[in-house]
Every structure is written in C-alpha cells, then in structure tokens.
C-alpha cells in the first residue's frame, strides 16, 4: 500500500509569512498532484509534478517534486489570507495509466491571518 | 473549458435505500474515478473505468457497483445504505489514451449523500 504523508497537518500564519509543506512517501509515484479544497468542494488542481527533481511556480507557488520522486513540497511566498484553504498532495502510483487513482495525503489546513 | 459534472449535488436518503449518483467526465476523456470522502477526511478510492472497463477497484463496499456507459458518463449506485456512507461523493477524470502513461486528474465539484 502507497502512503503520502503531508506535514505539517495545521498551519496557521500572520499575512506576509513563507511557508512550506510536505508531502514524503517510501513509493515512487509517476507523477504528483497539488490540489485545495474548500470546504464541501471538489478538489481543484494546482499542478502537476511529472519528472524527478522538477520545479514549477504558480504565482507565488513553488513547488518541487524529489529528485527520486518520492517527496514533493509546496512553497508559498508572502503568504496572503486568500491562500486559505485545504492543500492536499496526492501521488499518482506506478502502476501503467495510473490505473489505481490518486493516493492523497492528509492534507494540510491553513490559515493565513491578516 | 468545461470541467466534470456530477449530479445530484446534495441528496438525503434513509437508511436502506438505494442511490444513484451519475457523472458526466470532461469532454474526450476516457477514464472515470469515483472517490469517497467523509468528513475531515482525505478521498478515498472506490473505483475507476477505462473505455468503458472496470479499470481498478479500491475501497468500495460490495454494497456499491458502478459502470460507464457508452458515452463515457458513469454512474455509482449504492444500495443497502447506511448511515456511514454519508460522505461526499467525488468523481474525476482523465485522459490516458493510448501511451498508458500517468496522467492529471481532474475532479468534479462532488455529491453530498447524507444517510438519515
């Protein structure tokens, strides 16, 4: 069985601030999704992470998938309140066409504070 | 651009009942995921079709079956219900083609199922 563990689980930080999460796993995954929630709401993808060690940026958004590609991290810069929300990862397995779906991590909770 | 639908967005059954949920995929993508989600929880996965073929299964209860239609529209029918599987309801697409490789996963905005 794949797992994807996201850290942290809560984040909550003044406006302004940086953050990074996590997202880390003992599989490798073909490709990695970012997604946020709101609540009651389908997940809307941010990006797709595909080959080892690849970084994409979206906005203020950086993310990175592992060089093995097992761990992916999401950095926001200069955080704002509309940042707030649900950002689950979630791996796409090896397995050919991603026939298994997604594997999502917990999702990490944040809440930027004006 | 349009996106995948799923409907009903809300839906209240009593415990015992049956229920429909159906999903309409992004135009020209062949695969379908149904994905459960209870409250504060992350999806899980139920099952998914390829061209119209049981692709892979996941956590779905016995209790539940889907299947795509010609059309590529699928739909998830849950009978027996019970109160746990009050949840909301997710269904995703994509495109795999023929290069079979890993691909984006689109979701739909959900059902909300509530078992009373």
């Known amino acids: 069985t794949q797992l994807l563990e996201q850290s942290p689980q809560f984040l909550s930080i003044q406006e302004g601030e940086n953050l990074t999460v996590y997202c880390n796993s003992s599989?490798?995954?073909?490709?990695l999704q970012w997604y946020r929630q709101e609540p009651g709401e389908g997940p809307v993808l941010l990006v797709t992470v595909v080959t080892g060690g690849e970084v994409k940026k979206l906005k203020r958004l950086t993310f990175q998938f592992g060089d093995a590609r097992k761990d992916s991290s999401l950095h926001i810069t200069a955080a704002q309140p509309g940042d707030t929300g649900l950002y689950l990862c979630?791996?796409?397995?090896?397995?050919?066409?991603?026939?298994?779906?997604?594997?999502f991590g917990k999702g990490t909770h944040l809440i930027i504070q004006p | 651009a349009a996106g995948v639908i799923q409907s009903p967005r809300h839906l209240i059954k009593e415990k015992r009942e049956t229920a429909t949920l159906k999903c309409y995929p992004i135009?020209?993508?062949?695969?379908v995921y149904w994905y459960q989600q209870g409250p504060g929880q992350d999806p899980q996965f139920l099952i998914s079709?390829?061209?119209?073929?049981?692709?892979d299964k996941g956590s779905i209860p016995d209790r539940f079956s889907a299947q795509q239609f010609s059309d590529y529209h699928s739909e998830l029918n849950m009978s027996s219900l019970e109160l746990g599987d009050s949840a909301l309801y997710f269904c995703?697409?994509?495109?795999?083609?023929?290069?079979?490789?890993?691909?984006?996963?689109?979701f739909g905005e959900g059902s909300w199922l509530t078992v009373v």
């Open positions: 079709f390829y061209e119209k073929m049981q692709s």
């Open positions: 599989s490798v995954f073909s490709s």
């Open positions: 995703a697409s994509s495109f795999r083609g023929i290069s079979q490789l890993g691909n984006t996963i689109y």
């Open positions: 135009p020209r993508h062949d695969t």
């Open positions: 979630a791996g796409v397995g090896p397995r050919r066409g991603g026939a298994d779906g997604l594997t």
